[in-house]
């Protein structure tokens, strides 16, 4: 990642640092909080602010609201770079990354939303919450789960499903009626459960939300692109917007992955075996070397390509296919497999080294890991785009 930190303007007319300098940049004070935030079991205030501070929360955000509306597939590239310095900042900076919605709201909404003196604070749940409607809005309740950068933030950016005498409200498509619902920090409570052993700095808390009234203008369709016009219509926005956020976990595991080789490459050289001989001259330890940098490489190229036929169908205004989308979704599983198999394989290979605190690749490991668990990175995706490979309907929700 170069060190180099070119600028650009925003629409407020500030100078922004280049998305793919930011990892970079950010470098020094994440390693500084990584300890306190695996310590906490959250993300440092200091270290927030700098994030924020710095644009990294922005990447998605239009122009004209001050953001860098970066393309997919270099948010991706940030994504990963992050992912090689810390995977709980990564997951972080993936979670914080909900400025489109702005694309989205009334104008009323975003004026009170951005309508400040500091970038707006997003987190997000994909599990779905319920919302009723009511005069001028709608009444919303739900319990969501592991929502990162919960206690940081001052909006969360919810699914809901519209329901009507208790049932799904479903759309002229025949389709629930869903939609992304933004809620002021007023709004919910944190239950403190986050106490796990991977991605600790993420603080992934639950958020409750009992019957609390948001205006309508502050929802829209999940699908509003695909069905009704932008508000601030710009080709980053006129595709399939889950295809904006599924991938960025991904991308993130498989910078953890990669950091776990370079670190391995290095422990190889010095570290020795019962005989005396380093590591690095055994020809299995070449082997494993090889084949993992090969693997990550090519699921890395794989995503991307992914990502980039998404990007450009939406940018000659065509409507993603399905069969773009499944793409997509087996392009994740398969670089999550890969990114399993290359953490465990040099886990083993780095023998007793691995098991020790304080050595980087135990915490790549454990972090590793724990992102693995995310749902985007199941079987469930790999087994809808293989049912769209068969003239199926995929049968998995946002895919």
Known sequence: MSETHETSETASGSSAVDPLALPGLLRPAIEAASEEADRRADVPTELYGALRDAGAFRLLTP?????????LTTVLKVYEGFGRIDASVAWLVWNANFGFVGALLDESATERIWGREHEPAFANSGMPGTAVPAEGGYRVSGHWRIVS???????????????????????????PDVQLCVLGRDQWSVKETWD???????????VVVEDAFVPADFLAPLDAPLDAPLRI????????????????????????????????????????NSTGATLAESPRTQYVLADSEAALQAARLLLTSAAQTLQDAAERGDTPTLEQRAALRAAMTHAAQVSRRTLVTLYELASSTSLYRGNRLERLFRDGMAALQHANHSALPMEAAGRVRLGMEPGLGLF
């Open 63 to 71: 122009r004209a609201l001050g953001g860098s509306q970066t393309p």
């Open 233 to 272: 219509d710009e080709p980053l926005y006129r595709g399939f917007l889950p295809s904006l956020v599924l991938p960025g976990c991904t991308a993130i595991v498989l910078g953890i992955a990669q950091a776990a080789l370079d670190e391995t490459v290095a422990l190889v050289l010095t570290k020795r």
């Open 149 to 175: 950068g919960i206690n940081a933030a001052e909006w969360l950016v919810a699914v809901v499903v519209v329901l009507e005498d208790g049932a799904p409200r479903m759309t002229a498509a025949g389709t």
């Open 196 to 206: 796990v052993s991977g991605m600790r700095g993420t603080g992934s808390n639950d």
